[in-house]
T-cell receptor
Protein backbone atom coordinates (compact mmCIF):
# COMPACT_ATOMS: atom_id res chain seq x y z
CA UNK A 1 0.00 0.00 0.00
CA UNK A 2 0.94 3.60 -0.37
CA UNK A 3 0.80 6.67 1.76
CA UNK A 4 0.19 10.38 1.45
CA UNK A 5 2.32 12.57 3.65
CA UNK A 6 1.40 16.17 4.34
CA UNK A 7 3.76 18.62 5.98
CA UNK A 8 3.53 20.38 8.28
CA UNK A 9 0.67 18.98 10.36
CA UNK A 10 0.13 22.35 12.00
CA UNK A 11 0.92 25.72 10.46
CA UNK A 12 0.65 29.04 12.23
CA UNK A 13 1.15 32.20 10.24
CA UNK A 14 0.76 35.93 10.39
CA UNK A 15 -1.65 38.02 8.38
CA UNK A 16 -0.30 38.75 4.91
CA UNK A 17 2.32 36.03 5.09
CA UNK A 18 2.94 33.62 2.24
CA UNK A 19 2.62 30.04 3.49
CA UNK A 20 3.43 26.78 1.73
CA UNK A 21 1.94 23.36 2.37
CA UNK A 22 3.53 20.22 0.97
CA UNK A 23 2.19 16.85 -0.05
CA UNK A 24 3.98 13.66 -1.15
CA UNK A 25 2.44 10.40 -2.40
CA UNK A 26 4.05 7.06 -3.21
CA UNK A 27 1.05 5.46 -4.93
CA UNK A 28 2.39 6.56 -8.33
CA UNK A 29 -1.01 8.15 -8.96
CA UNK A 30 -1.47 10.55 -11.84
CA UNK A 31 -3.88 12.94 -10.19
CA UNK A 32 -3.41 14.97 -7.04
CA UNK A 33 -5.78 17.35 -5.29
CA UNK A 34 -5.87 20.05 -2.65
CA UNK A 35 -9.08 20.50 -0.66
CA UNK A 36 -9.98 22.98 2.05
CA UNK A 37 -12.27 22.05 4.90
CA UNK A 38 -13.78 24.68 7.19
CA UNK A 39 -15.54 23.71 10.37
CA UNK A 40 -19.04 22.43 9.66
CA UNK A 41 -18.59 22.51 5.91
CA UNK A 42 -17.86 19.98 3.23
CA UNK A 43 -14.58 19.70 1.39
CA UNK A 44 -14.01 22.31 -1.31
CA UNK A 45 -11.55 21.79 -4.14
CA UNK A 46 -8.79 24.38 -4.44
CA UNK A 47 -6.51 22.95 -7.15
CA UNK A 48 -5.89 19.67 -8.83
CA UNK A 49 -3.29 18.29 -11.21
CA UNK A 50 -3.71 15.40 -13.62
CA UNK A 51 -0.03 14.97 -14.32
CA UNK A 52 3.39 16.48 -13.64
CA UNK A 53 3.48 20.22 -14.40
CA UNK A 54 -0.28 20.34 -14.94
CA UNK A 55 -2.48 22.62 -12.82
CA UNK A 56 -6.26 22.99 -12.85
CA UNK A 57 -8.24 25.43 -10.76
CA UNK A 58 -11.00 24.24 -8.49
CA UNK A 59 -13.89 26.20 -7.05
CA UNK A 60 -11.76 27.91 -4.40
CA UNK A 61 -8.50 28.77 -6.18
CA UNK A 62 -8.46 32.51 -5.53
CA UNK A 63 -5.78 33.36 -3.00
CA UNK A 64 -3.81 30.19 -3.67
CA UNK A 65 -1.06 28.97 -5.98
CA UNK A 66 -0.07 25.38 -6.59
CA UNK A 67 2.92 23.56 -8.02
CA UNK A 68 3.38 20.01 -9.37
CA UNK A 69 7.04 19.72 -10.30
CA UNK A 70 7.18 15.96 -9.78
CA UNK A 71 4.58 13.26 -10.14
CA UNK A 72 4.92 12.40 -6.46
CA UNK A 73 4.59 15.87 -5.00
CA UNK A 74 2.04 18.66 -5.01
CA UNK A 75 2.46 21.86 -3.04
CA UNK A 76 -0.01 24.59 -2.20
CA UNK A 77 0.83 28.20 -1.38
CA UNK A 78 -1.44 30.56 0.47
CA UNK A 79 -0.39 33.79 -1.21
CA UNK A 80 -1.50 36.14 1.57
CA UNK A 81 -2.85 34.62 4.74
CA UNK A 82 -6.03 36.19 6.07
CA UNK A 83 -6.30 37.12 9.76
CA UNK A 84 -8.44 34.75 11.86
CA UNK A 85 -8.37 32.19 9.07
CA UNK A 86 -8.64 28.66 10.33
CA UNK A 87 -9.06 25.63 8.15
CA UNK A 88 -7.79 22.15 7.47
CA UNK A 89 -6.14 21.54 4.10
CA UNK A 90 -6.36 18.02 2.74
CA UNK A 91 -4.21 16.58 -0.02
CA UNK A 92 -5.41 13.57 -2.00
CA UNK A 93 -4.35 11.47 -4.95
CA UNK A 94 -6.06 9.03 -7.30
CA UNK A 95 -5.60 7.29 -10.60
CA UNK A 96 -7.04 9.39 -13.41
CA UNK A 97 -10.68 8.80 -14.24
CA UNK A 98 -14.13 8.77 -12.73
CA UNK A 99 -15.22 6.66 -9.76
CA UNK A 100 -11.62 6.10 -8.76
CA UNK A 101 -10.89 6.10 -5.05
CA UNK A 102 -9.30 9.21 -3.60
CA UNK A 103 -6.57 8.59 -1.03
CA UNK A 104 -6.20 11.38 1.50
CA UNK A 105 -3.44 12.64 3.73
CA UNK A 106 -4.04 13.47 7.38
CA UNK A 107 -4.25 17.18 6.72
CA UNK A 108 -2.53 20.44 7.61
CA UNK A 109 -4.31 22.64 10.12
CA UNK A 110 -3.77 26.31 9.40
CA UNK A 111 -4.17 29.09 11.95
CA UNK A 112 -3.57 32.72 11.05
CA UNK A 113 -2.97 35.16 13.87
CA UNK B 1 -24.96 23.37 -8.99
CA UNK B 2 -24.63 19.93 -7.52
CA UNK B 3 -25.15 19.44 -3.80
CA UNK B 4 -25.22 16.81 -1.09
CA UNK B 5 -27.24 17.02 2.10
CA UNK B 6 -26.65 14.60 4.93
CA UNK B 7 -27.81 14.05 8.49
CA UNK B 8 -26.62 16.85 10.67
CA UNK B 9 -24.54 15.57 13.53
CA UNK B 10 -23.41 14.78 16.00
CA UNK B 11 -25.22 11.47 16.15
CA UNK B 12 -24.88 9.28 19.24
CA UNK B 13 -26.02 5.67 19.34
CA UNK B 14 -25.39 2.79 21.70
CA UNK B 15 -23.33 -0.21 20.73
CA UNK B 16 -25.33 -2.93 18.91
CA UNK B 17 -28.06 -0.47 17.93
CA UNK B 18 -28.93 0.12 14.29
CA UNK B 19 -27.82 3.23 12.42
CA UNK B 20 -28.95 5.23 9.45
CA UNK B 21 -27.23 8.36 8.19
CA UNK B 22 -29.31 10.07 5.54
CA UNK B 23 -27.84 11.41 2.33
CA UNK B 24 -29.77 13.08 -0.45
CA UNK B 25 -28.27 14.66 -3.50
CA UNK B 26 -29.05 17.09 -6.26
CA UNK B 27 -27.14 16.46 -9.47
CA UNK B 28 -28.20 19.20 -11.84
CA UNK B 29 -25.20 18.81 -14.15
CA UNK B 30 -24.77 15.03 -14.01
CA UNK B 31 -27.28 12.57 -15.43
CA UNK B 32 -25.89 9.50 -13.68
CA UNK B 33 -23.62 10.48 -10.81
CA UNK B 34 -21.31 8.14 -8.95
CA UNK B 35 -22.02 8.06 -5.21
CA UNK B 36 -19.55 7.56 -2.39
CA UNK B 37 -19.30 7.34 1.36
CA UNK B 38 -15.98 8.38 2.86
CA UNK B 39 -15.05 8.06 6.53
CA UNK B 40 -12.50 9.64 8.82
CA UNK B 41 -11.66 7.68 11.94
CA UNK B 42 -10.06 9.57 14.85
CA UNK B 43 -6.42 10.32 14.11
CA UNK B 44 -6.60 9.01 10.54
CA UNK B 45 -7.03 10.44 7.07
CA UNK B 46 -10.26 10.41 5.11
CA UNK B 47 -10.76 7.05 3.37
CA UNK B 48 -13.28 5.46 1.07
CA UNK B 49 -15.90 3.34 2.81
CA UNK B 50 -17.98 2.33 -0.21
CA UNK B 51 -19.07 3.49 -3.63
CA UNK B 52 -21.84 2.73 -6.10
CA UNK B 53 -21.77 3.84 -9.71
CA UNK B 54 -24.99 2.26 -11.01
CA UNK B 55 -28.48 3.33 -9.97
CA UNK B 56 -30.37 0.63 -8.12
CA UNK B 57 -27.22 -1.10 -6.89
CA UNK B 58 -26.09 -1.51 -3.31
CA UNK B 59 -22.60 -1.07 -1.97
CA UNK B 60 -21.32 -2.58 1.25
CA UNK B 61 -18.22 -2.51 3.40
CA UNK B 62 -17.39 -3.20 7.06
CA UNK B 63 -21.04 -4.05 7.75
CA UNK B 64 -22.28 -0.79 6.27
CA UNK B 65 -24.62 -0.68 3.28
CA UNK B 66 -25.93 2.05 0.99
CA UNK B 67 -28.31 1.77 -1.95
CA UNK B 68 -28.24 4.17 -4.90
CA UNK B 69 -31.85 5.30 -5.28
CA UNK B 70 -32.26 7.48 -8.34
CA UNK B 71 -36.00 7.99 -7.81
CA UNK B 72 -35.59 9.53 -4.36
CA UNK B 73 -32.06 10.85 -5.11
CA UNK B 74 -30.82 9.24 -1.93
CA UNK B 75 -27.84 7.19 -0.79
CA UNK B 76 -28.46 6.52 2.90
CA UNK B 77 -25.81 4.72 4.93
CA UNK B 78 -27.07 1.93 7.18
CA UNK B 79 -25.67 -0.56 9.62
CA UNK B 80 -27.66 -3.11 11.55
CA UNK B 81 -25.48 -3.21 14.64
CA UNK B 82 -22.83 -0.56 15.30
CA UNK B 83 -19.66 -1.00 17.29
CA UNK B 84 -17.62 1.47 19.27
CA UNK B 85 -14.96 1.31 16.55
CA UNK B 86 -17.46 2.81 14.09
CA UNK B 87 -17.13 6.17 15.83
CA UNK B 88 -15.98 8.50 13.07
CA UNK B 89 -17.05 11.29 10.73
CA UNK B 90 -18.91 10.09 7.63
CA UNK B 91 -19.08 12.04 4.36
CA UNK B 92 -21.42 11.43 1.47
CA UNK B 93 -20.16 12.55 -1.95
CA UNK B 94 -21.22 12.53 -5.58
CA UNK B 95 -19.27 12.89 -8.77
CA UNK B 96 -19.55 12.63 -12.52
CA UNK B 97 -18.43 9.52 -14.29
CA UNK B 98 -15.57 11.17 -16.08
CA UNK B 99 -13.62 13.00 -13.43
CA UNK B 100 -12.98 12.77 -9.74
CA UNK B 101 -12.07 16.42 -9.77
CA UNK B 102 -15.74 17.33 -9.70
CA UNK B 103 -16.59 15.48 -6.49
CA UNK B 104 -19.10 17.27 -4.28
CA UNK B 105 -18.95 16.41 -0.59
CA UNK B 106 -21.54 16.76 2.12
CA UNK B 107 -20.68 18.48 5.40
CA UNK B 108 -20.03 15.26 7.24
CA UNK B 109 -21.85 13.50 10.09
CA UNK B 110 -20.00 12.81 13.31
CA UNK B 111 -21.01 9.49 14.81
CA UNK B 112 -20.27 8.54 18.39
CA UNK B 113 -21.00 5.00 19.52
CA UNK B 114 -21.20 4.52 23.26
CA UNK B 115 -20.55 1.23 24.96
Amino acid sequence: GGIITQTPKFLIGQEGQKLTLKCQQNFNHDTMYWYRQDSGKGLRLIYYSITENDLQKGDLSEGYDASREKKSSFSLTVTSAQKNEMAVFLCASSPWGGAETLYFGSGTRLTVL
Amino acid sequence: GDSVTQTEGPVTVSESESLIINCTYSATSIAYPNLFWYVRYPGEGLQLLLKVITAGQKGSSRGFEATYNKETTSFHLQKASVQESDSAVYYCALGPGGSNAKLTFGKGTKLSVKS
